[in-house]
Structures are given as structure tokens and as C-alpha cells.
């Protein structure tokens, strides 16, 4: 059986539950009994349509607890046993799905647990073991965020930002565990870019490609972090860069400019170097002030300190870094390099060192010591 | 989405501002006080924000290897001066305030009197993972 095409007909089961008359939370708890019935079921005597078999056995299931609940609350259920169904509206039942589980009105953490079940189709059990939290803690997480949206319009228009926002989040911030969270977020936003013509959601789905291409070469032995300058580029993957760049020039030809396509374009410049040395630098600080003029981001304004130290020298990198407030992340660790560059390797060795004290991960805490320990090996002689 | 500790010390904190030692409280007084502590727990489960907790025995050895094929060595029980840790609560919340503001509930437990203890906590990050997209 192939999961991954059950969990894609997730938002669709639930679009057609909502639209005959089940209320988003329950239409939800019903799908994910289907699907779970499914993944019991199917290996054996797999159904041949099916979509259809989900929406039938769902829809069982939303009846079944909704008269289990009536009878509970000694009310009348009012569902039709056999309603009519809809005509062809899954495209935009998905599309509501995703605005819906990024609604404003939920916490970063609740829309990122809600839309990886109810548009991803994961199981409460696989999100948990993602973000390394109990199954029950995720349960409540995911139960709770449902109450938030439960007085949402499932017709409203949504904010693509938002849904954006969760999806970025999705591939950047998760553990790297059981569950491929980056990839499971390449297939969100490639659903969604099939779904909605808009240049960002293009520009956020070449990002994810175009960084996902170097995953295997940005991780070295025993979990350590190669920066990008050290990576063996035979070890990108070619096919996600090509992807990646053309889904990006599709979208740059529309001439509307966002924050997703200008960091994409910042990726696809450092794929398209074969080696660091030939990284066109000039115009990577071109897509930076792109980037800090369509953002303000204190962020892109530290990243763009490195690549003007790399476009103009070092000593414009550290004036451009200077403009910046030293208690930025990664302040530090961009000091500290833009020193060795200049020659000052006891500045470079003491920073790396602060630097590693801020970290915040454990990887980039060991990449950082590792390099203020190289250089005081250096000025030991 | 960031994972927080609370440590809470037996000793080695800064001294609370309701500073009574547990054995002088009244039973009811100690009850209240745990009952608060299982409520807080609970709650943090139902809004999603829970990952663990345990409670530590002040009794404990430090021990080190010394070196292959010799028994470990011990040293102990903890010196009266050394900052000993109670138990732990791991949290997984939005941002750095909220694990202030849970921090602070949890202090205000209440302790003698019945009173808030306004106990020290202690308030670590967890490293997270490394992001991907850093440029």
C-alpha cells in the first residue's frame, strides 16, 4: 500500500465530509479513523477507488459518533444518512484545509500539529514522535487547535501568508526523526503550488528544493555540520536543483517579487557555483538587498555582512556588520569569520568561542568550538 | 516551538521569600502544595505543552571511572554547600515568555500558610535542530 498517496487524499476526504454537513473537528476524527482502518486494511485487499472507499468508511464513522454523541446528550442527530454528494470541489476543499489550519488565530506550534494532520494526513502518534513531545501532550495540542478554528468559515477566503509561514516552519525547524519532516513539507507546498498560481508559494516550494538538494552533503559524519564552503557538490542532488531553479524562473518571469522567491534566488546561485571559488557573490549581495528591502530583516542584513565580505573583502563585510546590533543570533559567528578572513586569528578564536556559548542547536555549538579550537591549534604554532 | 527545563533545587537556589522548610508546614499545607503541583502538570498536558517530569531522591553519589578494569569510584553523599537538584519539569512551548510565565506559575505554589512560596526555578533551553535554510 502506498501511504504516502492515502495521506495525499486526506483534505479531500475531509472537504467532502464539511460539505455535507460535518463540522471541520469531527469530519477531521472521522478521516483519521478511515485512514487508520486503511493502513490496517488495505495491504491485503486494497479498494479499487480509493478515494471513495475513505469517504464512504469516513463518513460511517462521522455518523457513528455523531449519533453516539446525540444519544449521549439525548438529542436528535439531524445528519442525512445518505446526502447528496457534491460536484467536483476537491481542488478548493484542499485549499480551504490549508487556510484553515493555519488560521491567524492559532499559535505557530498548533497550526504546524493541525495542518500536518488534517492536510498531511499523519497520525497524532507520528507528529509527536516528530517534535519529540508525548502522544497525548500532541493530542491535546492538535484537539485544542481544532477548538480555536471550530468558528471558522470553511468557505472564507485564507491568507496564503500564513499558510506560507506554517509550511517554512515545517521544513526548517523540524527534529530529524522517523517522520521526514522536509520532505512531508515539499509535498504540502507542492500540492499547494499545484493549487494556487501565486509567485510566493513557487518561491517557498524552490527553496525547499533547492536546500533539500544539499541535505546529504551538509551533514558529515557523526551528525556534523560541513558549511556550505566545504561541501562536496557531487554530493548535491542535480535533479532537485533543476526542479528547484525552474520552478523559481517560472515564477521570477511573473515579476512579483517576495521574500520566498529572493531567498530561493540567494539558493539557486550558490547551487549553480561547481565549487565555492566560482560563487557569483556580487549579485548573492544583490538578492540581499532585495531581500532586507521586502523583509527589514535583521536576519538577512546579518547574512548579507557575509556576502559582501565575500563580494568586497572582509573589511566591508565587518563595516557592514557593524551597522548591525551585536545581540543578534549568529552575530557572533559571522564576526568571527569575517576576523579569520581579515587575518585577525585571535579575534576569529575568541569569538568562535562566544559564538559556540550562543548557539542554538547542539550541532552548530559543536561546529563552532570545533572551529575556535582549530585556531587556537593555530596560534599555538 | 521551543523546549524549556525547569530545575527545581532542594538546595542552591536563592532563598525564596516564603522560606518556611516543608517539614514545618501543616499536612494539609504539604497536601495543597502537591495537589498544585499535579494540577499544573495536568493542565500543561491539556494545552499541549507538556513533555515530562521527574522528581529526584536528594540522596546521590558522584562517581567516576578509575580507569580499566578498577571499580568505579564514589565520592559522597553531596556536600551540604552543593547545589542539589529536585526534580524536573520539560516543557515544550511558543516562545521564551511563555516558559516565564510557566515558570512563575509553577513558583507560586503555594507553602506555609498556604501562602505562594515564590520559590527559584531554574530556566534552561534545549538545543533544537539545527535549522536548514541558513543563508
Given at each position: 500500500m502506498d501511504e504516502a498517496l492515502l495521506r495525499s487524499l486526506t483534505p479531500a476526504?475531509?472537504?467532502?465530509?464539511?460539505?455535507?454537513?460535518?463540522?471541520?473537528?469531527?469530519?477531521?476524527?472521522?478521516?483519521?479513523?478511515?485512514?487508520?482502518?486503511?493502513?490496517?486494511?488495505?495491504?491485503?485487499?486494497?479498494?479499487?477507488?480509493?478515494?471513495?472507499?475513505?469517504?464512504?468508511?469516513?463518513w460511517r464513522k462521522f455518523l457513528d459518533a455523531t449519533r453516539a454523541d446525540a444519544s449521549r446528550r439525548h438529542r436528535?442527530?439531524?445528519?442525512?444518512?445518505?446526502?447528496?454528494?457534491?460536484?467536483?470541489?476537491a481542488a478548493d476543499d484542499t485549499l480551504q484545509l490549508y487556510f484553515l489550519c493555519a488560521h491567524p488565530s492559532l499559535t505557530p506550534a498548533s497550526a504546524v500539529a493541525l495542518t500536518l494532520r488534517a492536510v498531511g494526513g499523519l497520525s497524532t502518534r507520528q507528529i509527536a514522535q516528530a517534535y519529540l513531545v508525548p502522544e497525548a501532550t500532541m493530542a491535546q495540542r492538535i484537539s485544542r487547535a481544532k477548538r480555536t478554528v471550530s468558528g471558522v468559515r470553511f468557505d472564507q477566503p485564507g491568507d496564503l501568508a500564513t499558510v506560507l509561514r506554517v509550511l517554512y516552519l515545517v521544513f526548517n525547524e523540524g527534529y530529524s526523526g522517523d517522520v521526514d519532516l522536509a520532505g512531508e513539507a515539499i509535498r504540502l507546498t507542492r500540492e499547494l503550488a499545484a493549487r494556487t498560481l501565486d509567485e510566493e508559494v513557487a518561491g517557498l516550494l524552490a527553496l525547499m528544493l533547492l536546500h533539500h538538494a544539499r541535505r546529504r552533503a551538509r551533514i558529515g559524519p557523526g551528525g556534523r555540520l560541513v558549511p556550505l564552503v566545504e561541501q562536496d557538490r557531487s554530493r548535491w542532488n542535480t535533479r532537485l536543483i533543476t526542479e528547484g531553479v525552474d520552478v523559481l524562473q517560472a515564477a521570477l518571469a511573473r515579476d512579483r517579487l517576495g521574500e520566498f522567491q529572493a531567498q530561493a534566488a540567494i539558493a539557486a546561485l550558490h547551487a549553480d557555483a561547481r565549487t565555492a571559488e566560482e560563487t557569483d557573490w556580487v549579485q548573492i549581495v544583490e538578492w540581499y538587498d532585495e531581500l532586507v528591502r521586502l523583509t527589514g530583516s535583521p536576519v538577512a542584513r546579518l547574512n548579507r555582512a557575509v556576502a559582501v565580505g565575500e563580494a568586497d573583502g572582509p573589511r566591508a563585510g565587518l563595516a557592514a556588520l557593524a551597522e548591525l546590533d551585536p545581540a543578534l543570533p549568529r552575530h557572533a559567528a559571522?564576526?568571527?569569520?569575517?576576523?579569520?578572513?581579515?587575518?585577525d586569528r585571535v579575534a576569529a578564536a575568541r569569538l568562535y568561542?562566544?559564538?559556540?556559548?550562543?548557539?542554538?542547536?547542539?550541532?552548530?555549538?559543536?561546529?563552532?568550538?570545533?572551529?575556535?579550537?582549530?585556531?587556537?591549534?593555530?596560534?599555538?604554532? | 516551538m521551543a523546549r524549556y527545563l525547569l530545575l527545581k533545587h532542594y538546595r542552591g537556589a536563592p532563598a525564596p521569600p516564603n522560606d518556611v522548610p516543608m517539614d514545618q508546614w501543616t499536612?494539609?499545607?504539604?497536601?495543597?502544595?502537591?495537589?498544585?503541583?499535579?494540577?499544573?502538570?495536568?493542565?500543561?498536558?491539556?494545552?499541549g505543552e507538556f513533555v515530562s517530569e521527574q522528581a529526584l531522591s536528594p540522596q546521590g553519589t558522584f562517581v567516576r571511572s578509575d580507569g580499566e578494569g578498577r571499580p568505579p569510584?564514589?565520592?559522597?553523599?553531596?556536600?551540604?554547600?552543593?547545589?542539589?537538584?529536585?526534580?524536573?519539569?520539560?516543557?515544550?512551548?511558543d516562545s521564551y515568555e511563555r516558559a516565564l510565565e510557566l515558570a512563575a506559575e509553577l513558583s507560586a505554589a503555594p507553602g506555609a500558610g498556604g501562602k505562594p512560596i515564590h520559590e527559584w526555578l531554574e530556566l534552561r533551553p534545549a538545543y533544537g535542530e539545527p535549522e536548514t535554510i541558513t543563508e
Amino acid at each position: 500500500m502506498d501511504e504516502a498517496l492515502l495521506r495525499s487524499l486526506t483534505p479531500a476526504v475531509i472537504g467532502v465530509l464539511v460539505r455535507r454537513g460535518a463540522d471541520f473537528a469531527a469530519a477531521e476524527d472521522a478521516v483519521q479513523d478511515a485512514l487508520l482502518e486503511a493502513v490496517r486494511g488495505w495491504p491485503g485487499d486494497p479498494p479499487r477507488d480509493p478515494k471513495g472507499w475513505l469517504v464512504t468508511v469516513a463518513w460511517r464513522k462521522f455518523l457513528d459518533a455523531t449519533r453516539a454523541d446525540a444519544s449521549r446528550r439525548h438529542r436528535e442527530v439531524r445528519v442525512e444518512a445518505e446526502p447528496p454528494s457534491g460536484p467536483g470541489k476537491a481542488a478548493d476543499d484542499t485549499l480551504q484545509l490549508y487556510f484553515l489550519c493555519a488560521h491567524p488565530s492559532l499559535t505557530p506550534a498548533s497550526a504546524v500539529a493541525l495542518t500536518l494532520r488534517a492536510v498531511g494526513g499523519l497520525s497524532t502518534r507520528q507528529i509527536a514522535q516528530a517534535y519529540l513531545v508525548p502522544e497525548a501532550t500532541m493530542a491535546q495540542r492538535i484537539s485544542r487547535a481544532k477548538r480555536t478554528v471550530s468558528g471558522v468559515r470553511f468557505d472564507q477566503p485564507g491568507d496564503l501568508a500564513t499558510v506560507l509561514r506554517v509550511l517554512y516552519l515545517v521544513f526548517n525547524e523540524g527534529y530529524s526523526g522517523d517522520v521526514d519532516l522536509a520532505g512531508e513539507a515539499i509535498r504540502l507546498t507542492r500540492e499547494l503550488a499545484a493549487r494556487t498560481l501565486d509567485e510566493e508559494v513557487a518561491g517557498l516550494l524552490a527553496l525547499m528544493l533547492l536546500h533539500h538538494a544539499r541535505r546529504r552533503a551538509r551533514i558529515g559524519p557523526g551528525g556534523r555540520l560541513v558549511p556550505l564552503v566545504e561541501q562536496d557538490r557531487s554530493r548535491w542532488n542535480t535533479r532537485l536543483i533543476t526542479e528547484g531553479v525552474d520552478v523559481l524562473q517560472a515564477a521570477l518571469a511573473r515579476d512579483r517579487l517576495g521574500e520566498f522567491q529572493a531567498q530561493a534566488a540567494i539558493a539557486a546561485l550558490h547551487a549553480d557555483a561547481r565549487t565555492a571559488e566560482e560563487t557569483d557573490w556580487v549579485q548573492i549581495v544583490e538578492w540581499y538587498d532585495e531581500l532586507v528591502r521586502l523583509t527589514g530583516s535583521p536576519v538577512a542584513r546579518l547574512n548579507r555582512a557575509v556576502a559582501v565580505g565575500e563580494a568586497d573583502g572582509p573589511r566591508a563585510g565587518l563595516a557592514a556588520l557593524a551597522e548591525l546590533d551585536p545581540a543578534l543570533p549568529r552575530h557572533a559567528a559571522v564576526a568571527a569569520y569575517l576576523h579569520e578572513r581579515d587575518g585577525d586569528r585571535v579575534a576569529a578564536a575568541r569569538l568562535y568561542a562566544a559564538a559556540a556559548e550562543d548557539a542554538a542547536s547542539l550541532a552548530e555549538r559543536e561546529h563552532l568550538t570545533r572551529q575556535a579550537a582549530r585556531l587556537n591549534a593555530l596560534l599555538r604554532g | 516551538m521551543a523546549r524549556y527545563l525547569l530545575l527545581k533545587h532542594y538546595r542552591g537556589a536563592p532563598a525564596p521569600p516564603n522560606d518556611v522548610p516543608m517539614d514545618q508546614w501543616t499536612p494539609e499545607e504539604v497536601s495543597a502544595h502537591l495537589q498544585y503541583m499535579r494540577d499544573f502538570a495536568a493542565r500543561l498536558e491539556s494545552t499541549g505543552e507538556f513533555v515530562s517530569e521527574q522528581a529526584l531522591s536528594p540522596q546521590g553519589t558522584f562517581v567516576r571511572s578509575d580507569g580499566e578494569g578498577r571499580p568505579p569510584v564514589t565520592d559522597g553523599p553531596f556536600a551540604e554547600t552543593k547545589d542539589l537538584i529536585a526534580g524536573w519539569m520539560m516543557i515544550d512551548v511558543d516562545s521564551y515568555e511563555r516558559a516565564l510565565e510557566l515558570a512563575a506559575e509553577l513558583s507560586a505554589a503555594p507553602g506555609a500558610g498556604g501562602k505562594p512560596i515564590h520559590e527559584w526555578l531554574e530556566l534552561r533551553p534545549a538545543y533544537g535542530e539545527p535549522e536548514t535554510i541558513t543563508e
